[in-house]
């Protein structure tokens, strides 16, 4: 091989080794291999060598080009190779890493509730229906058997709305949820069985009222409906909701407007220590009673055909008691310190519990 092909082959070969990235590679193919690149342009020149040379030069330049690309090819596969790991480091996870916390959703404890009253009243053949936070007073009142100026209506600190309802009426926020026992009975043929949930609002606000709180309302209407059903029913209710099989159920001889007879609900206690359930003291928990003939009169139902029972519970107190929990405000509060103790998963089913 002639010394200008070996210088050359030679210089190629140190710039290879040099180049430093893929990009760097390719320019030193270019200034041997391009259109303008060296070996080319010697290449070129072979038609001017001599005839008899010719041939020999031809093989060299030849073996020259072919060794050139060799390196090239080398150079380009360790560069490649070097890429790659380059990627793969910069890529690289820790997996010993612990993961990051993913936030989760949890449910209030008033929807809790909620959720365990229709699980437990469900099994009893009770369906949940809900109705609007504004009424006319006629819902709220009138029907069930609260006239105006009937003192039931002053007890309830009812926040009244500018503007009438569709019948003319007063609009009022709803201060309990039994005006869904007049919509329920207006809406559908007995028999009846439905809990309403939901939000009631009365102008009141200390440590154990707020404006805004919760009840729920129960109504049965079926025939030969007796006090004895009603005895059962919320019996089996408070048993299985606050889940002591023997818990200390006492019915008292109450007054409501819309039931006759009237009558208020205990369930035993520990006075001093909050313990449900032992302790020979009543906490009165929920209002009931059997139908009154007037409402059901009012709701187009044949009183002597059909009976039935009503009754409502404040859904913050029930939940209180069964947790423990002392003040009201912090359920309004969205303190995520309260909520992280109170709160439950959503993957925790509202079940019933035993005993029932
Ligand atoms: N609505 C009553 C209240 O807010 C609770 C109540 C008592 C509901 C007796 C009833 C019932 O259905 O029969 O205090």
Request: hydrophobic share 25%.
């Given at each position: 091989m002639t010394n200008d092909l070996e210088a050359l082959a030679h210089s190629t070969e140190a710039d290879l080794a040099a180049a430093a990235d893929l990009r760097a590679l390719d320019a030193v193919r270019v200034a041997a291999l391009?259109?303008?690149?060296a070996l080319t342009a010697l290449l070129k020149g072979?038609?001017?060598?001599p005839a008899e040379a010719r041939r020999e030069r031809g093989a060299a330049l030849n073996a020259v080009k072919q060794r050139i690309e060799a390196a090239l090819d080398a150079r380009r596969a360790t560069l490649e190779a070097a890429a790659l790991d380059a990627k793969l480091l910069a890529e690289k996870?820790?997996?010993?890493l612990p993961p990051r916390p993913i936030p989760q959703g949890s449910i209030h404890p008033i929807n809790r509730t909620i959720e365990e009253l229709t699980a437990i009243f469900g099994a009893m053949g009770f369906s949940a229906v809900e109705g609007p936070d504004i009424e006319s007073d006629w819902y709220n009142f009138g029907a069930l058997?609260?006239?105006?100026?009937?003192p039931a209506r002053q007890d309830q600190d009812t926040f009244y709305l500018p503007g009438l309802g569709a019948d003319g009426r007063p609009l009022v926020l709803?201060?309990?949820?039994?005006p869904l026992q007049v919509r329920t009975m207006l809406g559908q043929e007995p028999p009846i069985r439905i809990i309403a949930p939901g939000r009631t609002y009365r102008a009141d606000h200390d440590a154990t009222h707020s404006p805004m709180f919760h009840q729920v309302e129960g109504l049965v209407i079926d025939r030969g409906i007796t006090l004895g059903h009603l005895k059962g029913c919320l019996t089996d209710f408070l048993r299985a909701f606050f889940g002591i099989s023997n818990l200390p159920v006492r019915f008292r001889s109450s007054y409501f407007?819309?039931?006759?007879p009237s009558m208020e609900v205990d369930i035993g206690w520990?006075?001093?220590?909050?313990?449900?359930?032992?302790?020979?003291d009543w906490l009165e928990i929920l209002g009931s009673g059997m139908v009154h003939p007037r409402v059901l009169a009012n709701c187009g139902i044949d009183a002597r055909e059909w009976q039935g029972f009503a009754f409502g519970m404040g859904i913050e107190r029930i939940t209180m008691l069964k947790h423990g929990i002392?003040?009201?405000?912090?359920?309004?509060?969205?303190?995520t310190r309260w909520l992280a103790h109170y709160a439950s998963s959503p993957l925790t089913p509202a079940s019933l519990h035993e005993g029932v």
């Open positions: 391009g259109k303008n690149g072979l038609g001017a060598v996870q820790d997996m010993s058997n609260i006239p105006d100026h009937h709803r201060t309990q949820t039994s407007p819309f039931t006759e520990n006075r001093k220590t909050g313990e449900l359930g032992a302790g020979g002392a003040d009201l405000r912090p359920f309004y509060e969205g303190d």
